[in-house]
């Protein structure tokens, strides 16, 4: 499984976009790239999943380079409330294998 | 609502006692898996499932047991209990199907003290 690299924490304010970049070197052929959202005492909550270019839903966007070895969360104007801990994943679906995430602090 | 449904939310234990923490889920996914995240770290896989009848170990499947007789059902067993396995845990499912991309659906957790 290829091994993923995010920044430990970041910090924003409220209403700014922020941007989480994923470094994943040794991604295979057929992984796809997915990201998580962790609020404290809670189960994490799938955010966005993209194979190669980019993906955007109604809460993210996700940009992915053609080489595919990083990609990039973004997330626009941020509010308190997206004050979590985001995980980048890479893999096929059968297994999840959580990297350390990156904390995002949002401040009024 | 559908869902992943674990019980108990909380679980104390005495040292080398047994217990299974039962997960369910009614959205008819074939991939079941169980996590546990130790405070202030990331979730680490202990089991998962592709399907009924097949398991498989993850990162730290020591200690722990799992079987998957339905499609619904995924119990984890804690064999002797330790200190050590202390945490929070987790279970989720999804789809096989990449269609939908719509990832895990984690259930709330189980807080389980080993004394």
């Known amino acids: 499984l290829a091994k993923t690299t995010q920044p430990i924490s970041m910090d924003s304010y409220e209403g700014q976009e922020v941007n989480i970049t994923c470094s994943h070197n040794n991604i295979a052929t057929n992984d796809y790239i997915t990201w998580y959202q962790q609020f404290p005492s809670q189960g994490p909550r799938f955010i966005i999943q993209g194979y190669k270019t980019k993906v955007t839903n109604e809460v993210a966007s996700l940009f992915i380079p053609a080489d595919r070895k990083s990609s990039t969360l973004s997330l626009p104007r941020v509010s308190l409330s997206d004050t979590a801990v985001y995980y980048c994943?890479?893999?096929?679906?059968?297994?999840?294998?959580f990297g350390t995430g990156t904390r995002l602090q949002v401040f009024p | 609502n559908a869902g992943v449904t674990q019980t108990p939310k909380f679980q104390v234990l005495k040292t080398g006692q047994s217990m299974t923490l039962q997960c369910a889920q009614d959205?008819?996914?074939?991939?079941m898996s169980w996590y546990r995240q130790d405070p202030g770290m990331g979730l680490r896989l202990i089991h998962y499932s592709v399907g009924a009848g097949i398991t498989d170990q993850g990162e730290v499947p020591n200690g722990y047991n799992v079987s998957r007789s339905t499609t619904e059902d995924f119990p984890l067993r804690l064999l002797s209990a330790a200190p050590s396995q202390t945490s929070v845990y987790f279970c989720?499912?999804?789809?096989?199907?990449?269609?939908?991309?719509?990832?895990?659906?984690f259930g709330s957790g189980t807080r389980l003290t080993v004394v």
């Open positions: 994943l890479v893999g096929g679906a059968d297994k999840l294998i």
């Open positions: 989720a499912s999804s789809y096989s199907d990449r269609e939908g991309l719509d990832g895990y659906t």
């Open positions: 959205m008819n996914h074939e991939y």
